[in-house]
């Protein structure tokens, strides 16, 4: 079946469908990572995005119910230069354009992706239609223009769970490397876990520290926060524009103060406007599993996994904050910490292991503030 891909700057490009019939619209974005589609495929930061893939085969290992990072995708869109027929991975369930029609994922094959990421790479990110029932290039691209966009939306109430609940996933195949790692006493470190669209590796990684987790949507307050008794309150990731996320924000300047706040991706950003920093959109952002950043206290080089197409504006950043991480791709804030409390916060994905182990320290950093 054919597909088409048009872009707001009038660019069209014809391949062939691999996932669900229909037609969706989001900002069109790349991602460097050459494994993880799947994981890629269910992060809920990619709400409102149609993701293209730079590595030119996606699917070759297929998919499987052990690497999901929530119940079901959540981009628009899916772009890559070939879909793998064969799947070869003794963990594999099914193949890539099973698992696609199956969650209703409308993607595409058979493009120039390279041709693509070069234009979002000199042109930024931009609107874009993904169809596989208008095939009219004029009719695609007037859609492309008239899309929303990311700007001043409020994506979190899309993704984010929508009542509290404890944390209690059994132990997957995967993480039996040490089954005693998990400690269940009743006077464990309690978090609570804001979610704006969280990853479900980061809960997993707190409860392997030793915590015990309850998951909150992103919308609650301090004083219901506070009635939980956490011993520390945890950012999660999410997608699109933090300035829209004002109940958060508001949120977050009532518990800095009062208990210890570790801050992850979206996180990050709300930890900083609640400090009294800025964001800016990005031309096309940070998005791959191979992403150096600068340990400032340290000296070190971690290599991240990132998915991100804000930043907080360095030249926002109050008094009471400083840069603890930098990109040395392009030199944006990719850390901070506050000077007097026990708040900090990362622009990248600590738990998704691409150093593998770089910046793990992280979470033992927010344990070591909780204990004290």
Known sequence: MTAKLALEDGTVYTGTSIGADGEVDGEVCFNTSMTGYQEILTDPSYRGQIVTMTYPQIGNYGCNTEDLESQRPHLSGFVVREH????SNFRSEKRLSDYLEDHGVVAIESIDTRALVRKLRSEGAMRGVLSTVDLDDASLVAKAKASPGLVGRDLVQEVAAREAHEWNEPLSSWTLLNPDARKSASNSPH??????????NIPRHLVDGGCRVTVVP??????????????????SNGPGDPEPIEYAIHTIRDLVEKKPVFGICLGHQLLSLACGAKTFKMKFGHRGANQP?????????EITSQNHGFAVDESTLPDSLEVTHRSLNDQTIEGVQHRELPAFSVQYHPEASSGPHDSHYLFE???AAMQA
Not at 194 to 200: Q, S, V
């Open 84 to 87: 793998s027929r064969v799947r």
């Open 191 to 200: 978090v609570v876990a804001m979610d704006f669209g969280m990853k479900w």
């Open 218 to 235: 992103g919308s609650y307050n301090a004083e219901q926060i506070l009635e939980l008794s956490p011993d520390g309150v945890f950012l």
């Open 293 to 301: 950043v600068h340990d400032l206290t340290t000296g070190k080089v």
């Open 365 to 367: 950093r927010f344990f």
